[in-house]
């Protein structure tokens, strides 16, 4: 049902349009050659262009190493603004000797912000490459100012970073002489200060709080040993207190058994422990005090025998002697309380290091801090002498690049070129505009009368005006002579139209012609 209804639509549109045939075949017509032979009368402009790439030398590469960076995304706008600001336009006018034209100032002003505006600069998608284009009327002209653009930029900007160079170590220059003479002047005030004061040491007081706090830990950790000893010392003192002092060694009877020949054996085995343990072996221990028991027993002996020997006598079934264990612990809670004893003095010298430096810090004498802002102000002094100096250096080599030319080096990959066709009218586009614009004006001016006609043509419209039965229609009376003049004009109109768009047609070719070939 839609598609029928559109198919109604449409071959209404056409019997509309076939009826005012001729209105629209006129307003067609007239809107096509409007725009068409108008885009004749439109100035035609030629387009030069150059395409430039910065190279960065490779002495301005081992330079600056890893800090060279790639160019910003900035760094268009600072090429336009440079190119065409007044200097090198100004330049470039003079060059090719159209300040003549100038009159005066004013027309020379306007001369260069039309130049400007119609300068295109673009930055290509490879990097550190740029293309400097221009439209204008005459080629010779735009050829040449393209070229003579591209070479006073580049000659522009040689200089200014020659001049930006020399500039930059002429600063730094002057910044290392001024810091020099603060150097020396704060140097200066330091001797008389010290000379007059008798103060040589600036007191940091940052320094004297740190020291302080260093100390309390290691009073903290004193105090943690001296616990862990305590601790220990009073476990030592249990254990001697489950030890007896002495101990009862077995001694038989004997002759093989005499005094002597179990002194001979302890010894014996003394050197057999000592092949094996250490001296604080427990057994080594009780071997030693054995032998010792034992000579002085033998010693004993003789005294009372008058010198005679009584190895060959009886001996007591036993003696008593030093407990080796009971030793041992004994030795140990010795060495432990020296080691309390120990901590306890270093805790005493940190507290009173402590106590110094509180004292030192509450009476830090006022000359102590001026002498310290003296050296904290020749400090920082230094330390910006040194980083200009160093800049300097750095400065003073890039000055000898770029007076030498071996800094960016711009190259022109392409010169601007004569132009032979011109890129604006765009004809070709705007004869298709025509065309369409001259059906579509056509179209509307016929639907336009369409509506605003209120003669009615068909017998459903006059039911419909009248409200009354249609009882007969006189049909239009058409003569042979009519026909033959519609026909006769419909001849001349379509020959006319259709010898008028094979003129358009021909225009059409001629610029594809023009544009492609």
Do not use: C, H
Request: proline share 3%; aromatic share 6%; charged share 30%.
């Amino acid at each position: 049902m839609t598609d029928n209804t559109a198919q109604m639509d449409i071959r209404k549109f056409l019997r509309i349009i076939i009826r005012r045939q001729y209105l629209f075949i006129a307003v067609s017509l007239t809107v096509l050659s409007v725009i068409v032979w108008g885009s004749f009368l439109i100035p035609e402009k030629y387009e030069a262009k150059s395409t430039v790439f910065i190279e960065q030398s490779a002495i301005k590469k081992l330079i600056q190493g890893s800090r060279m960076r790639p160019r910003e995304g900035d760094s268009l706008r600072g090429l336009k603004y440079t190119m065409l600001s007044r200097e090198v336009l100004l330049k470039v006018i003079r060059a090719m000797d159209l300040d003549a034209e100038a009159k005066n100032e004013l027309e020379l002003e306007s001369m260069i912000d039309k130049l400007a505006a119609n300068t295109k600069i673009t930055e290509s998608a490879r990097e550190n490459l740029f293309s400097v284009s221009y439209r204008g009327r005459d080629p010779a002209m735009v050829q040449e100012y393209v070229n003579t653009l591209v070479s006073k930029y580049i000659e522009t900007i040689s200089n200014l970073k020659k001049e930006n160079a020399y500039g930059a170590s002429r600063f730094l220059s002057d910044q290392i002489a001024y810091y020099k003479k603060k150097i020396a002047a704060i140097e200066e005030k330091l001797a008389n200060f010290r000379r007059e004061e008798g103060v040589y040491l600036a007191v940091d007081e940052r320094s004297l709080v740190a020291s302080m706090k260093s100390y309390k830990d290691q009073i903290e950790d004193v105090e943690m040993e001296i616990r862990r000893l305590k601790a220990k010392r009073k476990k030592i003192k249990e254990q001697i207190s489950g030890e007896s002092p002495f101990t009862l060694a077995m001694i038989e009877g004997g002759g093989g058994n005499s005094l002597p020949a179990r002194l001979k054996m302890l010894e014996q085995r003394l050197q057999i422990l000592m092949t094996k343990y250490t001296e604080n072996y427990p057994d080594v221990i009780k071997t030693k005090m054995e032998i010792e028991a034992l000579k002085k027993q033998l010693k004993a002996g003789a005294a009372d025998t008058g010198g005679k020997d009584r190895s060959g006598g009886d001996t007591s079934p036993g003696m008593s002697m030093m407990n080796p264990i009971y030793q041992q612990l004994k030795e140990e809670l010795l060495s432990t309380e020296s080691e309390i004893d120990s901590l306890e003095a270093k805790k005493e010298s940190l507290a009173n290091r402590i106590k110094r430096a509180e004292d030192e810090l509450k009476n830090i004498p006022g000359n102590k801090k001026i002498l310290t802002n003296l050296e904290r102000e020749r400090d920082t002094y230094q330390r910006l002498y040194d980083q200009m100096l160093a800049k300097l250096g750095e400065a003073e080599v890039n000055e000898q690049v770029e007076a030498q030319n071996k800094g960016e080096i711009y190259k022109i990959i392409e010169r601007a070129v004569l132009p032979v066709k011109p890129v604006s009218p765009d004809r070709l586009k705007l004869i298709f505009l025509g065309i369409a614009a001259g059906i579509a004006a056509g179209a509307g001016v016929v639907f336009l009368m369409e509506k605003n006609d209120s003669s009615i043509r068909d017998i459903d419209t006059l039911k419909s005006v009248v409200g009354m039965k249609v009882l007969a229609v006189i049909p239009e009376i058409v003569t042979e002579k009519d026909i033959r003049r519609k026909k006769r004009i419909n001849i001349a109109v379509y020959t006319f139209s259709v010898f008028y768009l094979l003129i358009i047609g021909g225009v059409l070719v001629r610029e594809a012609v023009n544009r492609f070939f």
